[in-house]
């Protein structure tokens, strides 16, 4: 059962557009959010994350925006360049054990 | 710091071989895990710990046995290797004092 549905499953976006990822969850008891960037042979990086209780986070041109009631965050990445091409994947912390639910992840082609 | 290293980085078994992952973190980070990575699967928790001594299963635990001897280090066995076992394996650590981990380079296995 995936408990963080992660859509789309790839997307492309022209060099210098607005980069959208968005990721649904289930269990209300989750309480952080990371975004992490996975580049081909490479494994995993921690790109940006949110606690439930901020609305917005942003470093640099990434940026992730929560909406609790709705139980969905996203993705942002603004400018996007060439560089950013890379599979990204969200998550959500499940307790005290520090397990992370992982989405399916998004492939993301920046032309330029 | 060399961050989390894995060895091998590529190995080929034959199906019923067995072999061992060495997983070694310099962070001396409390929490391992071990995930499985498959195209359109995202990242499978195989097993975990909590600290030296500890393990406990994840997501997808069969056909895998792991120890955590030493702090440091996380080693995942392959007792009877079977061609469903063909994936890249990733070994991550994460702090006691945050939820982010930290992921190895990869172990990309093949078993025929």
């Known amino acids: 059962q995936q408990q963080v549905k992660q859509s789309p499953q790839s997307l492309i976006v022209q060099k210098g557009g607005i980069s959208i990822i968005n990721c649904a969850y289930e269990?209300?008891?989750?309480?952080?959010f990371p975004w992490y960037q996975q580049f081909p042979g490479k494994g995993p990086a921690l790109l940006i994350a949110?606690?439930?209780d901020v609305s917005e986070k942003k470093e640099g041109r990434f940026t992730i925006s929560f909406n609790k009631s709705a139980k969905q965050f996203s993705l942002h990445i603004m400018d996007s360049q060439p560089g950013d091409s890379a599979t990204y994947f969200c998550?959500?912390?499940?307790?005290?054990?520090?397990?992370?639910?992982w989405g399916l992840g998004t492939s993301l082609a920046v032309n330029p | 710091n060399a961050g989390v290293t894995q060895t091998p980085k590529f190995r080929v078994l034959k199906t019923g071989q067995s072999m061992t992952l060495l997983c070694a973190q310099d962070?001396?980070?409390?929490?391992m895990y071990w995930y499985r990575q498959d195209p359109g699967m995202g990242l499978r928790l195989i097993h975990y710990?909590?600290?030296?001594?500890?393990?406990a299963k994840g997501e997808v635990p069969d056909g895998y046995n792991v120890s955590r001897l030493k702090k440091q280090n996380f080693l995942l066995g392959l007792e009877s290797a079977a061609p469903s076992q063909t994936s890249v394996y990733f070994c991550?650590?994460?702090?006691?004092?945050?939820?982010?981990?930290?992921f190895g380079p990869g172990t990309r296995l093949t078993v025929t």
């Open positions: 991550a650590s994460s702090p006691g004092f945050s939820y982010e981990q930290y």
């Open positions: 962070m001396n980070h409390e929490y």
């Open positions: 710990s909590v600290g030296e001594g500890t393990t």
């Open positions: 269990n209300t008891a989750f309480d952080y």
């Open positions: 949110i606690r439930p």
């Open positions: 998550a959500a912390n499940a307790g005290n054990n520090r397990k992370l639910i």
